[in-house]
């Protein structure tokens, strides 16, 4: 038995660890991180860099499909063969690359492979044979695919986004499980490059949208593309030769019946915190067994533990990953003395098309506030030209200051507007800041231009009617 003594001990050395590790190591060299598993980010091997690899592939065979309307007819195959070999060969040797080498240039005493697992507060197990003990502790193990137990009878034929990457050539075709991000972007995709796809939705919403409005557009939108069953449950699988078997119940009671090659099962993700075995680490958990912790200081319970990325349970996107690494690191560094850190502007984007953008407070988090809606419809001169005119855009305002608080998009090119919508919460900025912007023509900024005064005319008579109220009081 080898045991190693440290001041901290990282487990997991992927966006948030690498994070936390900047962090630390400038300050001593008395750490530890701990891998298990290969080593190479969520985003780089098998989320964000892969899937947008798929994306733009998709995107290429559609352009070809509807190049018509401008009258440049055109033809072209998908060879899926090509499509994956390509796919893989760019993350391998740009994006994981980079972040191998990353982790190349970390000092071997500073890395430990293996799964940790307390045996005892301030004590790891790292397999079967080193003993890590620490003072503080940063928990960024990451997270895996949720399958459920339904599926269990045709594994065999069973993706998840950790695995369909890896896929040698395209199936025929694919039942997609779940309407999260992971499920549309890849679904989409399948389908634009031949695949014959099925989604199956549970809540027949698209949860990331708030507003109901925003929430059945975005489902109409989709579904005059795909072929999507929104609303119910799996209720069986099984295989035989001719593939895996889906029995599906709608929230009608109606039960469909198909087959397919391939399930790629996308409900979500689950914290590898339950392999830890923090029950020996003497820190709280709710009803459910997620870790209680502070999200301004990633602090767990009264405890030199801290944690951060998907290790969470919410899910955070690349950047906020990061962020709570550093977080958590700088709270370690500090402790027992916790700062709160200030947290970056909501912002989530799904690679849709049209894409889904959600910036700031969602129109669900300013229930109760008094807001104003900016909405039109994405159909900005620029969207016409590209003949992507669907979708929508609703910016929220505080009724009173004019301050932009929070926004959900629906439309072509969406992440551009986001991101200029972030900028200005990230400012505390009014819409009428925003409206001293010079917006080019035609641009598909223009849109944000066109929305912003619609809040502000509605800003207008609002207050005009509260004036009205007063008076009349």
Same mark, same amino acid.
């Given at each position: ?199 199956? !939705? $549970?809540?027949?919403?698209? %949860? +990331? /949208?708030?507003? =109901?409005?925003?929430?059945?557009? &975005? ?105 709570? !690494? $550093?977080?958590?690191?700088? %709270? +370690? /560094?500090?402790? =027992?003395?916790?700062?709160?850190? &200030? ?131």
């Amino acid at each position: 038995m080898k045991t190693m003594n440290v001041e901290y001990a990282i487990i997991g050395a992927g966006t948030s660890g690498l994070g936390a590790y900047s962090r630390i190591s400038r300050q001593t060299d008395s750490l530890v991180m701990i891998q298990d598993g290969p080593y190479g980010t969520t985003c780089a091997r098998v989320g964000c860099m892969p899937s947008k690899l798929l994306i733009t592939a998709a995107d290429h065979a559609h352009h070809l499909q509807t190049s018509d309307f401008f009258g440049v007819p055109a033809s072209g195959r998908v060879e899926g063969r090509k499509v994956l070999e390509r796919l893989r060969r760019e993350r391998d040797d740009r994006f994981v690359a980079r972040n191998l080498g990353y982790v190349d240039k970390i000092p071997a005493h500073h890395k430990l492979e293996g799964r940790a697992r307390f045996i005892g507060p301030g004590r790891l197990m790292v397999g079967e044979g080193i003993e890590v003990n620490a003072k503080k502790f940063i928990l960024a193990c990451g997270s895996r695919p949720a399958i459920s137990e339904v599926f269990e009878p045709v594994m065999a034929r069973v993706l998840t986004s950790d695995t369909v990457f890896e896929l040698e050539d395209l199936p025929r075709s694919i039942a997609v499980i779940g309407m999260g991000v992971i499920a549309l972007e890849l679904g989409q995709a399948l389908h634009r490059l031949g695949v014959a796809t099925t989604i199956y !939705g $549970r809540s027949g919403k698209i %949860n +990331a /949208l708030t507003h =109901p409005a925003m929430q059945r557009q &975005a489902l109409d939108v989709l579904a005059t593309e795909l072929d999507i069953h929104a609303s119910g449950q799996v209720r069986s699988t099984w295989e035989d030769a001719e593939g895996a078997w889906i029995e599906y119940e709608q929230s009608n009671g109606e039960r469909v019946t198909k087959v397919f090659d391939r399930v790629l099962v996308a409900t979500g993700r689950v914290s590898n915190v339950d392999r830890l075995g923090m029950e020996h680490a003497d820190v709280e958990s709710s009803d459910t067994g997620a870790i209680r912790f502070d999200p301004q200081t990633m602090r767990c319970s009264h405890h030199p533990i801290f944690i951060a990325g998907d290790a969470t349970d919410h899910l955070p996107v690349w950047h906020e990953a990061y962020d709570e !690494g $550093r977080i958590a690191a700088d %709270n +370690a /560094l500090n402790y =027992p003395d916790a700062a709160p850190a &200030a947290r970056r502007p909501p912002l989530m984007v799904f690679f849709t098309d049209p894409q889904i953008a959600i910036v700031g407070q969602s129109f669900q988090r300013l229930q109760g506030r008094e807001i104003v809606i900016g909405e039109l419809p994405f159909a900005s001169p620029r969207h016409v030209v590209w003949n992507k005119v669907q979708g929508h855009i609703q910016v929220y305002l505080d009724a009173r200051s004019g301050a932009i608080l929070g926004a959900e998009l629906l439309g072509y090119q969406a992440e551009h507007l986001a991101h200029l919508l972030a900028l200005a919460i990230t400012h505390g900025m009014t819409a009428e800041q925003v409206l001293e912007m010079p917006i080019y023509h035609p641009s598909a900024e223009e849109l944000l231009r066109d929305v912003l005064i619609d809040a502000q005319k509605k800003r207008r008579s609002h207050a005009a009617k509260e004036m009205s109220l007063a008076s009349s009081a």
